[in-house]
C-alpha cells in the first residue's frame, strides 16, 4: 500500500483520535495552522500541496460544536480551493443529529442543515460512526459510510465472559442497536420503555423483558446529561436486576453526567474516544474509553484504495 497520495488532516476537537489513526495507517499528520483572530473568528492555512491528493479531515462535530464545525467547513473550503482531488470530512461524532425530524411546530432538522452546509463547503464523501438516526445518510446527496463501534465494544464484552447477561435498549428507538449487541453477544434483550417530556429529561415507565436476577448492559449511541442512563439503571435494580453496566459510542458527558455516574449503582460504563473525554470524566473509575482508531483507519484505507468498507459493517 502507498500513501504518496493519502493526506490526513485534523483540527482541533480531537487531535488524539487523529494521531492514533495516523499512526495506525503508518503516517503522519498534514499540517495546518488553526488559529484565530483576537475578536474569535477563526484563521486557518493548509501548509501542505494537496493538489490532486486524496484528503481526509478527522474532526468530530462536539463540544464546542459551533466552533469545531466552523473548523472543518473552513477547512474543507481551503483544502478544495488549493485543488484537492476528494475531501472526505470524517466525523467521528456527527453534531446537532439529535434534531433528525419535525415532530414539533416550528423546530429545525438540524441534522438535514448540517449536511447541506458540509456539502456546500465541497465535501465529496463523509466517514461518520454511529449516527444518532440511521436515515441522516438519506439527507446527502453525496456518499456516505455509516460505521458501527460494535465491533470494539463486543470484543470487549466477549472478554469478560459475565454470566446471564441480559442487553437492555434504554428506549424503543435503540432496539435494532441493542438487538445488534445481543445477537453478537448471544444473549436476551429487554426495553425500558420511558416518556420523555423534554430535551434532557427522561421518565421511566416500565421495563419490558426478564432481567430478575442477570447482569443488565444498556446499549445506547451516546450519553448526555446520563439522566437516561442512571434513571434506567435504577428501574432495571427495581426489577431485580443482578447488576448494571452500559456502553455508549459517544460521551458526550455534559452538565452532572460524570457526578451522576459516580453517585450510580452502575458498575461500569463503557465508551468510545470518538469525543475525547474531559478531565472529570478521566478521573471516573467507572468510565472506561475504548479506541475506535484501527476501525476508522481501516475505512480510511478501504476508501483510498476504492475497496469495499462493507467488511467494517455487522
Do not use: W
Request: aromatic share 4%; hydrophobic share 45%; charged share 25%.
Amino acid at each position: 500500500m502507498t500513501h504518496d497520495r493519502l493526506i490526513l488532516f485534523s483540527g482541533n476537537a480531537n487531535p488524539e483520535l487523529a494521531q492514533e489513526i495516523a499512526s495506525a495507517l503508518g503516517m503522519q499528520l498534514g499540517r495546518a495552522m488553526v488559529k484565530q483572530f483576537s475578536d474569535g473568528e477563526i484563521y486557518l492555512q493548509i501548509q501542505e500541496n494537496v493538489r490532486g491528493a486524496d484528503v481526509f479531515i478527522i474532526q468530530p462535530t462536539c463540544t464546542p460544536g459551533d466552533r469545531n464545525l466552523m473548523e472543518l467547513l473552513l477547512m474543507i473550503d481551503a483544502l478544495k480551493r488549493a485543488s484537492a482531488e476528494r475531501i472526505t470530512a470524517v466525523l467521528p461524532y456527527y453534531g446537532y443529529a439529535r434534531q433528525d425530524r419535525k415532530d414539533k411546530p416550528r423546530v429545525p432538522i438540524s441534522a438535514r442543515l448540517i449536511a447541506a452546509v458540509l456539502e456546500t463547503a465541497g465535501a465529496d464523501r463523509v466517514l461518520t460512526l454511529d449516527l444518532h438516526a440511521a436515515q441522516i445518510q438519506g439527507f446527502f446527496d453525496i456518499p456516505v459510510d455509516h460505521l458501527f463501534s460494535s465491533p470494539v465494544f463486543i470484543e470487549h464484552f466477549k472478554s469478560q465472559n459475565i454470566p446471564n447477561r441480559t442487553v437492555v435498549s434504554p428506549d424503543a428507538g435503540g432496539v435494532e442497536r441493542a438487538r445488534a449487541f445481543a445477537k453478537r453477544l448471544n444473549c436476551p434483550l429487554a426495553i425500558i420503555d420511558k416518556r420523555r417530556e423534554e430535551a434532557n429529561v427522561a421518565e421511566v415507565m416500565n421495563v419490558v423483558g426478564d432481567v430478575e436476577g442477570r447482569h443488565c448492559l444498556i446499549v445506547d449511541d451516546l450519553i448526555d446529561t446520563a439522566g437516561t442512563l442512571v434513571e434506567g439503571a435504577a428501574a432495571l435494580l427495581k426489577k431485580g436486576a443482578a447488576g448494571v453496566s452500559a456502553c455508549a459510542t459517544h460521551a458526550v458527558l455534559s452538565g452532572p453526567a460524570v457526578s451522576r455516574i459516580e453517585a450510580s449503582c452502575i458498575e461500569e460504563v463503557v465508551v468510545s474516544n470518538s469525543i475525547p473525554l474531559s478531565r472529570e470524566a478521566r478521573k471516573c473509575g467507572r468510565i472506561k474509553s475504548l479506541s475506535i482508531a484501527g476501525l476508522l483507519a481501516e475505512a480510511i484505507k478501504s476508501i483510498h484504495e476504492e475497496t469495499s468498507v462493507s467488511v467494517l459493517f455487522i
